[in-house]
């Protein structure tokens, strides 16, 4: 193994997935700087969502390393991994993934429950950041009596709220109209910038890379642009061949 660079908080080297015998990552290598916001952009099935789940230990990959912090997460045990995702990072994924049973407010909480946090502090930053994204009303409502827009709010929340060293979102304005879409995505990276919290962001659309403060691209696995590349310079090379 080599070790990563000294400024990458995530870094990832050669990674390579199948799903079932077909391709998903190619050899992609990228580093994430402290406090970055970096999209991944590129077409629906370019492997998008698989390199996210590569990074943050949902998925190990075939071959290749991953690293946060300088600690291989390629090589933790799947415990290890899960207590990282827990402890370390947040998800937001196209659809809320809420718990039914919860309120809105629980709903934010619960990593901060899940890590121990006082009830009574986890509530607070729950409530804090449910203002924050202009769903404080809905509290006490569970997801059903929510609509799209505000449950994908709560599940942005849910997120900030713990907290997290690296944020990973994958599309997550896909089922959004494109005005609620923006709004979130601006409480979202101006609350990331002002928390110093690192974001992987995951879109097939150029409109919401041009927001990160740099882009990779990818086609059919690969990255198909330059390392270096800042804000969404090169982000029509998706159409290239590889």
Do not use: Y
């Not at 995530?10 to 916001?37: K, M, Q």
């Not at 600690?71 to 998800?91: G, K, N, Q």
């Not at 006082?118 to 950041?129: F, I, N, V």
């Amino acid at each position: 193994m080599v070790a990563p660079p000294d400024n990458d908080v995530l870094w990832a080297r050669s990674l390579h997935h199948a799903h079932d015998g077909s391709p998903a990552l190619s050899g992609v290598s990228l580093g994430v700087h402290e406090g970055e916001i970096l999209a991944v952009h590129g077409p629906r099935g370019c492997g998008k969502t698989t390199l996210l789940h590569c990074l943050n230990g949902q998925t190990v990959p075939q071959e290749g390393e991953v690293w946060f912090d300088s600690v291989p997460v390629h090589t933790m045990s799947p415990l290890r991994r899960e207590r990282l995702r827990l402890d370390r990072f947040a998800w937001i994924g196209p659809e809320p993934a809420l718990v039914p049973e919860l309120t809105a407010w629980e709903n934010t909480a619960l990593p901060l429950l899940l890590r121990g946090t006082p009830r009574r502090a986890a509530k607070t930053a729950a409530l804090e950041w449910l203002e924050r994204l202009d769903v404080g009303a809905c509290a006490k409502r569970r997801p059903r009596a929510l609509l799209q827009s505000q449950r994908q709010r709560v599940a942005v929340a849910r997120a900030l709220a713990a907290e997290p060293a690296v944020l990973f979102a994958d599309e997550p304005t896909a089922a959004l109209h494109s005005a609620e879409g923006a709004q979130v995505l601006r409480t979202l990276t101006a609350a990331a910038r002002s928390h110093r919290i690192t974001v992987v962001l995951a879109t097939h659309d150029a409109d919401v890379a041009a927001l990160a403060d740099r882009t990779v691209a990818l086609f059919d696995g690969r990255r198909v642009n330059s390392p270096d590349t800042p804000g969404v310079e090169g982000r029509d090379t998706c159409s290239l061949s590889v």
